[in-house]
Each structure stands twice: as structure tokens, then as C-alpha cells.
């Protein structure tokens, strides 16, 4: 099941549309931002497959964030409101361009270090932060970025 809190933050971000539309880049996508691709393999889903789609694509972001930031344990670490913001930015994102951002992910991953002795240093969630307001990819999701930055910084659901 996935935290009602999480849940919401995603749909509001993504959307919850039962019937298969394009998306901001021309791709195929249905229920909460579940990519098809460059063709619609379902035209329509109801309730029920949309919340199992989220479900899925949750867990798989949840995996990419360990595969790209280590292990487990040191993300379960996070307070929940930044867990929420690191799978809501994975989910958006994907693993590939998480893996890849240049200015994002070596704020986090320096943020995840830091935490592990210093727990209460909040000046590195600034700096991640500041990674995401300065990033194209912000500029792009517009309030989502905002809102995704502010919650890493104060550790607060936005």
C-alpha cells in the first residue's frame, strides 16, 4: 500500500487520468504519470488497475533510489517528508537521469553522507535545495521543483 501522504503529493504532481493522453513530451501515459511510450498499449483503466500501476511505479522508484544513492538502510534513514521527495523525484525523473544529473544527485549523496554523523546539520538540505532550484529540470516542472526543493530543505511536507 502506498502512504496516503505520498499517494496525493504524486497525484497532485502527476495527475490520476484513467484514460491514456500525451504528455508534456509527446509520450504516452496513463493513470498517475505511468508511462506507455511512443504508443498507447491501453486506451482506458479503471480505479483499481491505476492504484496497482502507482503501486508498481512506486516500488520501482523506491529500487532506483537504492541503486543509485546505496543502500537501504541509509535512506530509511531520511525523515519521511525528504523519503517522500526523494521517490517523487524519482518517479518523475526516472533512475537514468537521477543517475546522471550533475548537480542533484551530488548534492543528495553528499547530503546522505553527512546525515549519517552529523543528523541534525540541516545547512546540506539547503544545498540540495539549491541543486534543484538551479537545475533545467526545475525549470521544467516548475511549482513541483519548488515544492520538491522546499520539503528537502525544511524536511516538511509541501
Request: hydrophobic fraction near 40%; glycine fraction near 8%.
Amino acid at each position: 500500500m502506498i502512504e496516503p501522504i505520498l499517494k496525493a503529493q504524486l497525484e497532485r504532481d502527476e495527475g490520476r487520468k484513467l484514460v491514456a493522453y500525451r504528455d508534456s513530451a509527446g509520450y504516452w501515459t496513463i493513470g498517475v504519470g505511468h508511462l506507455l511510450g511512443t504508443s498507447p498499449r491501453m486506451s482506458s483503466i479503471t480505479d483499481e488497475e491505476c492504484d496497482a500501476l502507482l503501486r508498481a511505479d512506486v516500488e520501482e522508484a523506491i529500487r532506483s533510489l537504492s541503486n543509485v544513492f546505496g543502500e537501504k538502510e541509509i535512506l530509511l534513514g531520511l525523515n519521511q517528508p525528504r523519503m517522500r521527495a526523494m521517490v517523487n523525484m524519482m518517479f518523475n525523473r526516472g533512475e537514468g537521469r537521477v543517475r546522471s544529473s550533475t548537480t542533484i544527485t551530488p548534492a543528495i549523496k553528499r547530503a546522505l553522507g553527512i546525515m549519517q554523523t552529523q543528523p541534525q546539520n540541516t545547512e546540506v538540505w539547503k544545498a540540495v535545495s539549491d541543486a534543484i532550484l538551479a537545475s533545467p529540470w526545475a525549470a521544467q516542472i516548475k511549482s513541483r521543483g519548488n515544492r520538491l526543493a522546499k520539503q528537502f530543505e525544511t524536511g516538511e511536507d509541501q
